[in-house]
């Protein structure tokens, strides 16, 4: 098991980028694919056409959301955080993903980086 964390800056207001994380009609804009989800706690969704799977935990309106990512075959849950700061050039991005199985760490680093946070940041450049 491994643990990720990085910063992506993104040039938009904190609260934009809450919407756009949690609101699937936003989240299909600028991932292109259907998504599933919701800002109840317990509730499940599903990103990228389902080739991510979930449970929301926690939800802080404008700030934070925890979810817990699947696996398959995975004791450990594997827990994403995404707390928004502030930033002078719109938003700081705090991501941090802990408990990803080894065989899938590369894959979710590029994913993160590449896929993710890359169409976020296109998105509201």
């Not at 849950?77 to 700061?85: E, R």
Request: charged share 30%; aromatic share 14%; net charge negative.
């Amino acid at each position: 098991m491994k643990d990720f964390k990085k910063y992506y800056i993104i040039t938009e207001e904190p609260e934009i980028i809450y919407q756009a994380v949690t609101n699937p009609a936003t989240l299909k804009l600028w991932t292109g694919e259907d998504a599933e989800m919701s800002t109840e706690p317990g509730s499940e969704f599903s990103l990228f056409g389902g080739d991510i799977e979930g449970r929301n935990i926690e939800f802080e309106e404008g700030r934070k959301i925890v979810q817990q990512w699947y696996f398959d075959g995975q004791d450990e849950p594997s827990i994403v955080t995404i707390i928004l700061h502030k930033h002078k050039d719109g938003t700081s991005a705090e991501l941090r993903h802990s408990n990803i199985p080894d065989e899938a760490y590369e894959d979710m680093v590029e994913g993160w980086t590449n896929n993710y946070f890359r169409s976020l940041m296109e998105f509201y450049e």
